[in-house]
């Protein structure tokens, strides 16, 4: 199978890194298909170093996935000259590999330089069929991200908003297979797709999820009116996550009277804004911002120390840190959204207010820190949700579908 990713390699040619946790689907995958390629931008930058604050790059050399997978490096091109000067060259090695290959799965993301959407053109043009992979509403979010900024950075979110649409429904449309993470995707993708599946990316394996004796113990800890609401959120410090949002809640809730403790692990670009709006609230003894974490282990057991993962996500898009509260036995609390709603739907794991409502959140939290049956209640549904998640289950899934839609 091919596989083209918006996932950047690091390092050099000889040496490559990648995403610590995407380099566990690349195992996944590898193990349904005899042979794996793996296109994917070379970023510049140093490979032991993060992106955006959020992710860990380990060396593909000792992954254990040089016998089985295949790496092709591709130029960073995100500059509309840099794209167009490397066109040609990528368009030729894109289609001897789409030529040479049994399946065909392409991560698209955005159009000037994401090699993965330039694949499914060339792909449709060869008259292949292949798959279609997506975890955001692209176009939705480059709009949602502009609100309060300037007339010029509107502007620009207008235009590339209305370019992405057309060029990614257009892919869609042409896809013989469409696997999209989440609720919100689905919702956005599925009626321009022939054959549209709703899909978890899920990289938590079986052994992930809190075990029985840990999980009584939490209930019986949040049970304890004396005890304070512990509250999580494992992610990026971006505008899609409104970490400010989720910092005024916390402080909404506080100022009602509820006892709790806070954390917000991760980092990124709005971490200096939220630090300070926790001085300004007075919240420095109620919230900890943990900064990046790298080793997954210490995320996992704080998820599973935690008594809700509390959010503030502004964006259609479907982040696996609340599939990794569930597993973790720890309900969703947070902005209302169509992959949100999906995930409490079955077992009523969690409670949503409407997005950017912050006030309505803060009050959610108060009531959860009084109303401890309700939490317990809420916990349960969510340790019930959890089972429903694993690596192998869903790459084992998604690896069918390829086999049948998106193959010679």
Not at 248 to 257: E, N
Request: hydrophobic share 40%.
């Amino acid at each position: 199978m091919l596989l083209v990713l918006p996932t950047p390699f690091r390092g050099r040619q000889d040496d490559l890194w990648f995403e610590t946790q995407a380099t566990n689907g690349l195992r996944r995958w590898a193990s349904h298909f005899p042979e794996l390629r793996v296109a994917a931008v070379l970023e510049p930058g140093d490979p032991e170093g993060t992106s955006g604050g959020a992710s860990r790059f380990s060396r593909l050399a000792s992954s254990g996935l040089r016998e089985s997978v295949r790496f092709y490096p591709l130029p960073w091109a995100y500059r509309p000259w840099a794209f167009a000067r490397h066109l040609r060259q990528v368009d030729q090695q894109l289609l001897r590999l789409i030529e040479s290959s049994a399946h065909l799965q392409f991560a698209i993301s955005w159009h000037i330089g994401d090699w993965a959407s330039r694949a499914a053109v060339l792909a449709g043009r060869q008259g292949r069929r292949y798959a279609v992979h997506t975890d955001l509403v692209d176009h939705q979010v480059v709009l949602e991200q502009s609100r309060g900024s300037g007339w010029m950075r509107r502007s620009k979110a207008y235009a590339d908003s209305i370019v992405l649409k057309r060029y990614h429904l257009g892919i869609i449309r042409r896809s013989s297979l469409g696997l999209f993470h989440g609720a919100s995707c689905f919702e956005a993708y599925a009626g321009s797709c022939r054959e549209p599946h709703l899909v978890h990316n899920v990289h938590t394996s079986p052994e992930d999820r809190i075990d029985a004796q840990r999980f009584d113990m939490k209930c019986l800890r949040q049970r304890d009116s004396a005890e304070p609401l512990r509250v999580i959120y494992s992610g990026r410090m971006a505008e899609a996550k409104a970490p400010l949002d989720w910092v005024r809640a916390v402080g909404h809730a506080r100022d009602l009277g509820a006892t709790l403790n806070a954390r917000w692990l991760g980092d990124g670009d709005l971490y200096h804004p939220t630090q300070q709006l926790v001085k300004d609230l007075g919240l420095e003894a109620v919230v900890d911002l943990a900064g990046y974490v790298s080793d997954r282990s210490v995320v996992l057991n704080a998820l599973r120390d935690a008594d809700v993962m509390a959010f503030c996500h502004i964006t259609p898009e479907s982040p696996r840190c609340l599939l990794e509260a569930l597993i973790s036995g720890t309900p969703l609390v947070g902005y209302s959204g169509a992959y949100a709603q999906d995930l409490v739907s079955g077992h009523g794991g969690g409670s949503l207010v409407p997005v950017r409502d912050w006030r309505a959140l803060g009050v959610l939290l108060y009531e959860l820190s009084h109303q401890r049956d309700r939490l317990t209640g809420l916990a349960r549904g969510a340790y019930e949700s959890g089972e429903e998640f694993s690596d192998e289950a869903v790459f084992a899934h998604r690896s069918g579908l390829v086999r049948r839609f998106a193959g010679q």
